[in-house]
C-alpha cells in the first residue's frame, strides 16, 4: 500500500524558513517523480515543485522559485522542501504527492497524495 | 503562463449526468489529468491522460480532450460525488491546476 507522510508544517514568522518532509512507503521511490501541492485556506490547489525520480532535475512555479528548494534521499525514501524568507501568502496546506511515472512530463497525473501539513506564516 | 478555466459550481439532479469542462488554448495536445477533493481530505485521480480510470474509480467517471476544452463526466451521479473538482495538465516544465468546480448534486 502507498503511504506518504508529511512532517515539518507549523507556526512560522515572516522571513523565515521551514523544512517539509515526505516520507514514503509501499513503492519503489527511486523510479517515481514526486510533487509538492499547496492549498490556501478555501482555496484552489496550487503546485509548488516537483522532482523528478532520479532527482536530476527540478522544477519550480514562479512563485517560489529562487525561495523554496525541493530535494529528495532515495536511500532514504524521503522527499523534502526547503522553504525560505516566507511569506503571508505561502499560509496553505502541503501535500506530497506521487507521479505516476519517473519525470512530471509522462504524462500520468500525480496517483497519490499525503494527507497534507499546515504551514502559517504569520507574525 | 498557461492558464486552465474551469466553471465555478455545476449542479446535477441525482442519477443524472454532470460534465465539468477545463477550457485552455489546445488543450487538446496536453494530456489532461482530472481530481476529485471532498472536504477535508487530500485529492483524488480520478482521470489520467485525458480518458484513463486509476483502478478503483467507477466506469461513471469518463473523460475526453479535444481542442480548447477538455472534459469530465459523471454519469448516475451520486450523492457522494459531492466535491470539487480540478482538472491539471503539465505545461513547459510546471504543472497547472484549473480553477476548480464545486459539483453539487441535489
Known amino acids: 500500500e502507498v503511504q506518504l507522510l508529511e512532517s515539518g508544517g507549523g507556526l512560522v514568522q515572516p522571513g523565515g524558513s521551514l523544512r517539509l518532509s515526505c516520507a514514503a512507503s509501499?513503492?519503489?521511490?527511486?523510479?517515481?517523480?514526486m510533487s509538492w501541492v499547496r492549498q490556501a485556506p478555501g482555496k484552489g490547489l496550487e503546485w509548488v515543485s516537483a522532482?523528478?525520480?532520479?532527482?536530476?532535475?527540478?522544477y519550480y512555479a514562479d512563485s517560489v522559485k529562487g525561495r523554496f528548494t525541493i530535494s529528495r534521499d532515495n536511500s532514504k525514501n524521503t522527499l523534502y522542501l526547503q522553504m525560505n524568507s516566507l511569506r503571508a501568502e505561502d499560509t496553505a496546506v502541503y501535500y506530497c504527492?506521487?507521479?505516476?511515472?519517473?519525470?512530471?512530463?509522462?504524462?500520468?497525473?500525480?496517483?497519490?497524495w499525503g494527507q497534507g501539513t499546515l504551514v502559517t506564516v504569520s507574525s | 503562463s498557461y492558464e486552465l478555466t474551469q466553471p465555478l459550481s455545476v449542479s446535477v439532479a441525482l442519477g443524472q449526468t454532470a460534465r465539468i469542462t477545463c477550457g485552455g488554448n489546445?488543450?487538446?495536445?496536453?494530456?489532461v489529468h482530472w481530481y476529485q477533493q471532498k472536504p477535508g481530505q487530500a485529492p483524488v485521480l480520478v482521470i489520467y491522460?485525458?480518458?484513463n480510470r486509476p483502478s478503483g474509480i467507477p466506469e461513471r467517471f469518463s473523460g475526453s480532450n479535444s481542442g480548447n476544452t477538455a472534459t469530465l463526466t459523471i454519469s448516475r451521479a451520486q450523492a457522494g460525488d459531492e466535491a470539487d473538482y480540478y482538472c491539471?495538465?503539465?505545461?513547459?516544465?510546471?504543472?497547472?491546476f484549473g480553477t476548480g468546480t464545486k459539483v453539487t448534486v441535489l
Open positions: 504527492a506521487k507521479d505516476g511515472g519517473a519525470e512530471s512530463s509522462s504524462g500520468n497525473g500525480l496517483d497519490y
Open positions: 509501499g513503492f519503489t521511490f527511486s523510479s517515481y517523480a
Open positions: 522532482i523528478s525520480g532520479s532527482g536530476g532535475s527540478t
Open positions: 489546445n488543450i487538446g495536445s496536453k494530456n
Open positions: 491522460r485525458d480518458s
Open positions: 491539471q495538465v503539465w505545461d513547459s516544465s510546471t504543472y497547472v
